[in-house]
C-alpha cells in the first residue's frame, strides 16, 4: 500500500505556499526555523504542524506545514485549531493563582473549602497539593482515556475517580494526575462562583486575546479544526475518537498555536498573576521529605544554560503538543501537531534556542 505520508518534497512545496501570519522575524531566522520544521516532518512522519513564536512577549511568527486533513488535502496554517491536551493545565494554573491573588481562594485550606461533598481520604488534599501533582488522586486507567461519555459539567466526571483510594498520602510524592486538575476546575468554580470554562475565557483568554481558545467539543462546528492521526508502522491511519469533556481542566480546550503564544506573552508581561505569584507558578517544588521536584504549579521547569525555561507538553488521541517559554528573555514557542506520540519538544526546545541566540540583544533580558 502507498504510503500516506508526505514525501520530503511536498513538505517542501508546502512550505513554501504556507500563509505567515508575522513577519517581524529576519528573513534568514524565517529560513531556518522552515528548515527545521521540514527535517521534523520528514522524520516524524506527521502529517501537518502548526509553530508559533513570541518574541520580547508579543505573537511575531505563526505559520502552518504539511496538511491539517489529509483525506480532503487542507493545508495547515496559522488558523489551525488543536486540541491543547495537557497544556490545559496550565490555564487551570493560572486561574487559581488569580484567585489566590483576588484573596479568594487559599492553596492551604482543605479541597472541602471549595468543592463541598468530594469525599474526605486519609489526609486533607488542598490545592497547593493538586497543582504540584502531590495530592495522591489517580492518573487514568484502563481505557479511561478512550471515553466517549459527554459531561457537562466539571463535577460530572468525578465519579470515575473521586472514591478510589489515594496513591499515597498527599505530600509524599509526585505523581502525575490529569483528575487532579478536575478538582481544581470544580475549585475555581466554589470560589470565584462561575462556571469553569467561562471563568478562564472571561479571566485569561480575553486579556490574553485568545479569541480561538474554547472547549474541546466533538458536536460543535469548529471552524479549522485540524484532523487528528496515530501511525501503525510506517501506516497513517486516522486516530480515534474521544470526547474529552471529562477533563477540560486537565486536557479539554483547543485553539490555534499562536493563541498559546499569546497566553505565554500575557502571562510573562504580568497581565494575568501579580509578580510574586508568578515567581511561585515558576518555582520548582519539593515533596514532604524535601525532594526537589521540576514542577511548579501547573507548569514544568527546566534550567539550559542559565536560562530558565517554563514548559507544558500536550498528548492525547489525535495530537501531541508543547509549549515553551523564557521569562528572561521573553521568548515562546509553541507547536502543535496532528500526530499522536510525535513528540514535538524536541522540535520547540530546538526553535526557542534558535531564536533566542539570533533574534534576542542580550540588553531585552530581564
Keep these: ?62 505559520q502552518g506545514y504539511g496538511l491539517a486533513d489529509v483525506e480532503n488535502q487542507v493545508p495547515a496554517s496559522a488558523e489551525s485549531i488543536y486540541r491543547l491536551a495537557s497544556i490545559s493545565k496550565m490555564l487551570t494554573g493560572v486561574a487559581v493563582l488569580q484567585l489566590v491573588d483576588a484573596r479568594e481562594l487559599d492553596l492551604t485550606l482543605p479541597i472541602q473549602s471549595y468543592v463541598p461533598g468530594f469525599p474526605e481520604k486519609q489526609a486533607p488534599i ?16 484502563g481505557t479511561e ?34 483528575y487532579g486538575f478536575n478538582v481544581l476546575g470544580a475549585a475555581i468554580e466554589g470560589a470565584s462562583g462561575e462556571d469553569y470554562v467561562g471563568y478562564v475565557q472571561k479571566h485569561i483568554a480575553e486579556p490574553c486575546g485568545m479569541t480561538t481558545l474554547q472547549a474541546d467539543n466533538p458536536f460543535v462546528i469548529i471552524p479549522h479544526r485540524a484532523a487528528g492521526y496515530r501511525k501503525q508502522g510506517q501506516k497513517l491511519l486516522n486516530d480515534i475518537a474521544v470526547d474529552v469533556s471529562n477533563k477540560v481542566p486537565g486536557g479539554g480546550w483547543c485553539s490555534t498555536a499562536g ?13 494575568l498573576l ?40 500536550g498528548g492525547q488521541p489525535k495530537v501531541s503538543t508543547f509549549l515553551v517559554f523564557s521569562p528572561a528573555k521573553k521568548v515562546a514557542v509553541a507547536v502543535m501537531c496532528n500526530l499522536r506520540e510525535s513528540s514535538p519538544k524536541s522540535l520547540a ?15 531585552a533580558a530581564e
Design 1 to 62: 500500500m502507498k504510503s500516506t505520508r508526505p514525501a520530503l518534497a511536498v513538505v517542501v512545496l508546502l512550505l513554501l505556499l504556507a500563509v505567515t501570519a508575522r513577519a517581524e522575524l529576519p528573513e534568514d531566522l524565517r529560513r531556518k526555523i522552515d528548515e527545521r520544521v521540514a527535517r521534523f516532518l520528514e522524520k516524524s512522519g506527521a502529517p501537518g504542524i502548526s509553530v508559533a513564536i513570541g518574541v520580547d512577549n508579543e505573537l511575531c511568527f505563526e
Design 126 to 141: 488542598t490545592c497547593d497539593l493538586l497543582l504540584k501533582h502531590q495530592s495522591g488522586i489517580r492518573h487514568y486507567k
Design 145 to 178: 482515556i478512550r471515553s466517549n461519555a459527554h459531561f457537562l459539567h466539571v463535577r460530572d466526571s468525578f465519579g470515575v475517580f473521586q472514591d478510589d483510594p489515594l496513591l499515597f498520602d498527599p505530600g509524599e510524592r509526585f505523581s502525575y494526575t490529569t
Design 259 to 271: 493563541d498559546l503564544v499569546r497566553f505565554a506573552g500575557a502571562l510573562n508581561s504580568g497581565k
Design 274 to 313: 501579580r509578580p510574586r505569584t508568578l515567581e511561585a507558578m515558576w518555582t520548582p517544588r519539593t515533596t514532604i521529605d524535601g525532594e526537589m521536584t521540576r514542577v511548579g504549579y501547573g507548569c514544568f521547569i527546566d534550567v539550559r544554560d542559565d536560562d530558565r525555561l517554563i514548559s507544558h507538553s
Design 349 to 363: 526546545m530546538d526553535l526557542i534556542e534558535l531564536v533566542g541566540a539570533d533574534a534576542i540583544e542580550p540588553a
